[in-house]
């Protein structure tokens, strides 16, 4: 299959190529989003990840005393923190289902560089983001506007990735290939995440197509995707 590069993937390599070091990513899930934010042009640095859920608290992205098994406790950077001083990347995924209290820490650590400090509090230390810090975020949202305006003053360039890169559908076998890239199935358009083909085409060379068609989609969604791939309209808007 000759690899044409989605326009996607060119405004992200142009963006991280300029310098922009704030950058949100968004669209589809399974377009390869995370894995382009967690090793695109990271350099030596190190990267940095927050998975964001209702659950995760200030402590998740800053820190926190935690025992050091001799029954006392100790200081431990997350994620955030270690980023900051190292001067590496901070992967934020699925940004819009952090909870309020969170999302207005990331925004504080997202700020610029120069304004940005955060403090100890306990120590009272003052820690800075390190030259060349910079942030990544996700989300599968399809509208920005649902992004609070904050966060997207912060976040000059945002890119829908809409397309896996096609380096990622190389280990896929010749018939998947253009459909995944085209991440859709049959003349309905529905969606198939790059993580579904790559799953079918492992059972399937165990199972057989239409078993392993059926343990992802069901019954009636799996004769439509064997459909789909043997009239070849997989990929088809």
């Known amino acids: 299959m ?5 326009k996607c993937w060119d405004d992200l390599a142009a963006t991280m190529g300029a310098g922009i070091d704030r950058i949100i990513l968004f669209g589809p899930p399974g377009t390869g989003k995370t894995y382009a934010a967690l090793r695109w042009l990271t350099g030596e640095r190190p990267v940095e990840r927050l998975i964001c859920t209702e659950d995760l608290t200030s402590a998740d992205v800053t820190g926190a005393w935690l025992p050091n098994g001799a ?8 994620p955030a923190l270690r980023a900051w001083r190292s001067g590496g990347r901070l992967v934020v995924d699925e940004v819009d289902r952090a909870s309020g209290d969170v999302l207005s820490l990331l925004l504080a650590m ?3 560089d120069g304004s940005s400090q955060w403090h100890h509090p306990t120590t009272g230390e003052v820690v800075r983001p390190a030259t060349g810090f910079n942030v990544i975020m996700t989300t599968n949202l399809e509208e920005m506007a649902m992004l609070p305006e904050a966060l997207r003053d912060r976040f000059p360039v945002t890119i829908r990735i809409d397309s896996p890169h ?3 559908v190389r280990m896929l076998s010749d018939d998947l290939k253009l459909a995944a890239m085209r991440g859709s199935v049959g003349e309905s358009g529905r969606r198939v995440s790059l993580r579904k083909f790559y799953a079918f085409d492992q059972l399937r060379g165990t199972l057989g197509p239409t078993r392993a068609s059926e343990l992802l989609f ?19 808007s």
Do not use: K, T, Y
Request: glycine share 22%; hydrophobic share 40%; no cysteine.
């Open 110 to 112: 997202a700020d610029s």
């Open 166 to 168: 096609p380096s990622a």
């Open 2 to 6: 000759e690899e044409l590069m989605p």
């Open 218 to 236: 069901g019954a009636a969604g799996g004769a439509d995707f064997i459909d789909a791939l043997h009239v070849g309209a997989m990929g088809r």
């Open 71 to 78: 029954g006392g406790w100790q200081w431990q950077d997350g």
